[in-house]
């Protein structure tokens, strides 16, 4: 059985046509909506028969995908972006390379990507690289598309501790570190600029990931009791709260 997840904060304009395609190429797949936002996505939802699971909290990316895991039955789970910003052939060709691996990772090949947004991904990259050598092999750490088997995924959930965008770069190092296999596969992209979180706040996004990026790196190694106390965790957290 198939699990899809997506995750959802106020989506009601994209998820639409989302579900449409979903329902259609896949009837016999769960379908989980994480929705922790405050307008009428999970009415849209329901419309398609589909699990809706309302949080009164922002649960974040990373909370979303965690939850996700914990309410999947499927021996594979999917997450995608509401907007579901590729073709079904690549999704369905994303899910069959799951068969032989533990993680699939989408590789995006952009067809429409702001030149502000296409700098601040490929610098994001490149800094992740250096603090993980362990990912130099991989073009893409960000993708709102990764497919994965459910007994792998539930192992991993204990070293999970990433709230925000930066959970994409912690599940993939989870699953390296273990010593499961990983592949990647690319897809056609499409980018949607209406509605996107990340153009909205884009220098505020910045910071955030690179204290992101450091509290994943200090989680990897001795120094870890650091994130809990000082001027990290309150520059985190004021980051966090105007970001909502």
């Known amino acids: ?66 939850e996700g895991i914990k309410k999947s039955r499927g021996s594979i789970i999917a997450f995608i972006d509401a907007d579901m910003p590729v073709s079904i052939d690549d999704f369905k060709k994303v899910i069959k390379a799951a068969v032989d691996n533990d993680l699939v990772i989408s590789y ?31 073009n893409d750490l960000q993708s709102g598309l990764k497919v994965m088997k459910a007994d792998r995924a539930k192992e991993v959930l204990g070293e999970l501790v990433m709230s925000d965008f930066l959970i994409d770069v912690n599940l993939i190092i ?8 990983v592949k990647e596969v690319p897809v056609a992209w499409r980018h949607t600029e209406t509605g996107s979180k990340v153009s909205k706040n884009i220098f505020k996004i910045i910071m955030l990931f690179t204290l992101s990026l450091i509290k994943l790196r200090f989680y990897y190694s001795p120094l870890k009791a650091v994130l809990n106390t000082g001027a990290y965790g309150r520059a985190q957290a004021f980051l966090q709260k105007i970001l909502r």
Do not use: W
């Open 174 to 181: 989870a699953f390296v570190k273990r010593g499961f296999k």
């Open 1 to 66: 059985m198939l699990s899809i997840v997506i995750p959802a904060y106020n989506e009601e304009d994209r998820i639409e046509p989302t579900l449409m395609n979903l329902k259609r190429e896949f009837q016999e797949a769960q379908v989980i909506v994480i929705f922790d936002g405050n307008d009428h996505t999970p009415d849209v939802c329901r419309k398609y028969g589909v699990e809706v699971h309302v949080y009164g909290k922002k649960l974040g990316k990373g909370g979303a995908l965690i």
């Open 108 to 138: 995006r090949i952009f067809e429409n990507m702001p030149a502000k947004r296409l700098f601040l991904h490929d610098s994001f990259i490149a800094l992740t690289k250096v603090l993980f050598p362990e990912l130099r092999e991989f």
